[in-house]
């Protein structure tokens, strides 16, 4: 059964974010209020399939608690989408997704991420052989099984390259995708103006004639869940992605957050509780210390002398350091 179906209306997702949603950060929104759904950082197959390999693959750690999460790739060659596909799915996530809208420079330079959106043959090649790597890997999973199992394949992007392009959604929808998303900026615009939710909801509508299966997630600016539920109403979607909000409200996906009234010595808590994960999960370096920073600023803000205790936070340079200071 498509996991993507089985989700609610509107369903919530807590957004890729490279260096921040790992398995640790995720565990703790998950045990502060969990998404309807996870997706991993953005993992280059083009890395995976080589001997680089066991430096990526803390990125593809999670736990049961980060259920049901999928899996989101990137890249530029097809047949390491095809491999890695099938490593997705025999590594127990519940689906895949190809990351299709990242602007960053070097990235977008060597022609993988939004860059896709300019060159649709390599973009159209590449969903397929990610299509067919789990077609494979579902086949020889199911060797004598008789229950069908169908494993979503899906596309984050943005609303164009230069300037908004709804032929590229249009190509997108015409490969049988189970979720699309989209992030209500062009890539030109990076983060710098307002998400187009208009341009979200056009898409929205477009996917009715198209391809009537794939669901709808729009993402971009979102500040509360009361905001997404209005936002998905408005414009017919079927889920809502969270990013930089979780920042602002750990506890962005409750009904009812409890972030206004948390009090220092909670915010002390959960950022000890956040270290503490950290160190055990990578106890050997696996993730650089300074990904804790962003946490920090987030934790170690809104109470009296916050501003000295994070800047003593953000000098130190190992967990024990970060603990003495925080239970000191
Ligand atoms: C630090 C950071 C890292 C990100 N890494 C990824 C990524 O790995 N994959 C991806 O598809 N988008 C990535 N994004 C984009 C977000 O998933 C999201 O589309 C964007 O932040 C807009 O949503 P928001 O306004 O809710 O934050 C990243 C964004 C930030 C701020």
């Not at 127990?92 to 977008?108: H, L, Q, R, S």
């Not at 936002?231 to 979780?246: F, N, P, S, T, W």
């Not at 009234?261 to 210390?289: C, S």
Request: charged residues 25%.
């Amino acid at each position: 059964m498509d996991i993507a179906q089985l989700l609610p209306k509107p369903f919530f997702v807590l957004a890729p974010m490279d260096d921040v949603t790992d398995t640790v950060f995720r565990r703790i929104v998950a045990s502060n209020a969990a998404p309807d759904l996870f997706f991993t950082e953005f993992v280059n197959v083009d890395g995976l399939q080589s001997p680089g390999r066991p430096r990526i693959l803390p990125k593809l750690e999670f736990t049961s608690t980060e259920k049901p999460i999928i899996a989101q790739l990137w890249g530029k060659n097809p047949e390491n989408y095809y491999k890695s596909a099938k490593d997705i799915v025999q590594m127990g996530f519940a689906g895949v997704d190809i990351n299709m809208g990242c602007p960053a420079k070097p990235i977008i330079k060597n022609g993988c991420c939004s860059a896709l959106i300019n060159n649709r043959p390599l973009a159209m090649e590449i969903i397929k052989a990610t299509q067919a790597g789990v077609e494979d890997a579902i086949k020889e999973q199911g060797k004598g099984k008789k229950t069908p199992h169908h494993f979503p394949v899906s596309v984050k992007t943005r609303l164009g390259f230069s300037s908004k392009d709804l032929s590229w959604h249009e190509d997108l929808l015409k490969q049988k995708l189970s979720m699309l998303t989209i992030h209500g900026r062009t890539t030109a615009e990076m983060s710098k103006v307002p998400a187009d939710w208009e341009a979200i909801g056009e898409i929205a509508k477009m996917r009715t004639s198209l391809s009537a299966e794939t669901l709808i997630v729009g993402n971009g600016d979102v500040i509360s869940r009361q905001h997404g539920l209005e936002l998905a109403e408005k414009y017919g979607l079927d889920g809502i992605m969270i990013g930089r909000g979780i920042f602002h409200d750990p506890f962005i996906f409750s009904k009812d957050s409890k972030w206004e009234e948390y009090t220092k010595e909670q915010k002390l808590a959960m950022y000890t509780k956040h270290v503490k994960l950290f160190a055990n999960t990578w106890p050997d370096g696996q993730r650089n210390i300074h990904m804790l920073n962003k946490f920090c600023k987030v934790y170690i803000e809104g109470f009296p002398g916050a501003k000295e205790l994070r800047e003593k936070l953000m000098d130190a340079d190992s967990t024990d350091k970060l603990l003495a200071l925080l239970e000191g």
